[in-house]
């Protein structure tokens, strides 16, 4: 995703053997910057942000693991 938006849509192009060119640098950036006071409330961010985080660590884990 960050290849196509960047590569693509930036201009700079996309990591693919046709577009690699070994005595040219590329350096695309695409920023997307999002202020969470315009979407939600604070409070309603932060709950739905714990939540996930204790979602993703409440995963067992894997067989034969140690960790």
């Known amino acids: 995703m960050c ?3 960047a590569g693509a849509l930036a201009g700079g192009g996309t990591n ?3 577009t690699q060119v070994s ?4 350096n695309s950036m695409l920023s997307i910057i999002i202020e969470p006071a ?3 409330n604070a409070a309603g961010w932060k709950a739905e942000a714990d939540a996930l985080c204790d979602w993703v660590k409440s995963s067992p ?3 034969g ?3």
Do not use: K, Y
């Open 38 to 40: 315009a979407l939600t």
């Open 65 to 67: 693991s140690t960790q």
């Open 23 to 26: 005595d040219t640098i590329i």
């Open 16 to 18: 693919r053997p046709e």
């Open 3 to 5: 290849d196509l938006l």
């Open 61 to 63: 884990a894997r067989a």
